[in-house]
């Protein structure tokens, strides 16, 4: 009996779903990289969000608090690690530098 109920629930959950959504397309900037910069996910502060910005130290640890440029100043930020994905990077509306 509960299996049919749940069966109704998600068919009236899907007739809910938004189908005309669609998926925004990243679009790659042209970012200056050099060499010896590391990319780092960092999880601002003040909202929670998840950035990617660049530092010239590669021995930035995990959980590490740094202090992050963002449109409204200096903001901390906790360093969630490493990241190789350039192609995401590059996707980044701003490749900010860790100060």
């Not at 910069?37 to 003040?46: E, F, I, P, Q, T």
């Not at 590669?58 to 192609?87: F, W």
Request: aromatic fraction near 6%; hydrophobic fraction near 30%; glycine fraction near 2%.
């Amino acid at each position: 009996m509960d299996s049919i109920n749940n069966d109704i629930d998600l068919k009236e959950l899907e007739q809910l779903e938004d189908r005309d959504i669609q998926k925004k397309k990243k679009i790659k900037k042209e970012h200056d990289l050099a060499s010896d910069d590391h990319l780092y996910r960092v999880k601002l502060r003040y909202n929670n969000y998840s950035k990617i910005y660049k530092s010239k130290n590669p021995e930035i640890k995990i959980n590490e608090l740094v202090i992050v440029p963002t449109p409204y100043g200096l903001e901390l930020a906790r360093i969630q690690g490493k990241t190789t994905n350039i192609e995401e990077a590059m996707t980044e509306d701003e490749l900010l530098e860790i100060a």
